[in-house]
């Protein structure tokens, strides 16, 4: 898959179902465009160094790119949000109709019923820690203090919360997008 010609027909095959593979994890169809964009330059730009053979093995290198976009996005998100919001720029929002045909899709309302579902089965306790340091953003010392417990124990249940999360959804998830 050295030439562009080559990598314009693995764009056409798979750019639908690596972009609701994004949404359906970061559940945010505006984000998904990004990192679908973003996963594709990636794989453009190594294209060269790829030495599969099937389309299958093609898939599986592309889903490997997403899953470290979406990794990346969510380590480095937060210092780059903060860092837009502070010199006060904004990034141009997709159309209103392209985020509703995303949403629908990759069946975003389904899974975040779903998730919504899922993190009322949690404890409180579990619940409040993921508030504090997914929703909130707060690092582990400020979770700790206001659940009044140690770092390690905050670590601890937001670890075992987002571990319980993960169960729940990923087989729901890995069907979905087998189809």
Do not use: C
Request: charged fraction near 35%; hydrophobic fraction near 45%; glycine fraction near 6%.
């Amino acid at each position: 898959m050295k030439d562009a010609d080559a990598f314009a027909a693995l764009y056409n095959r798979e750019v639908q179902a690596v972009l609701v593979f994004i949404a359906r994890r970061t559940l945010d169809a505006e984000l998904a465009l990004d990192l679908t964009a973003e996963t594709f330059a990636q794989a453009f730009r190594g294209r060269r160094a790829f030495r599969g053979t099937s389309e299958a093995e093609e898939r599986a290198w592309l889903f490997t790119i997403a899953r470290r976009q979406i990794g990346r996005y969510h380590r480095r998100g937060a210092v780059e949000r903060r860092a837009l919001e502070a010199l006060g720029a904004t990034l141009p929002p997709a159309g209103e109709d392209d985020l509703r045909e995303i949403e629908e899709l990759a069946g975003l309302d389904t899974l975040r019923a779903v998730l919504g579902h899922e993190l009322e089965r949690l404890s409180h306790d579990q619940r409040e820690a993921l508030r504090l340091r997914v929703v909130e953003e707060r690092p582990y010392p400020e979770v700790a203090d206001a659940l009044g417990v140690s770092e390690q124990t905050a670590r601890a249940r937001v670890s075992r919360g987002l571990r319980a999360l993960a169960q729940a959804l990923e087989p729901r998830l890995a069907m979905e997008d087998l189809r």
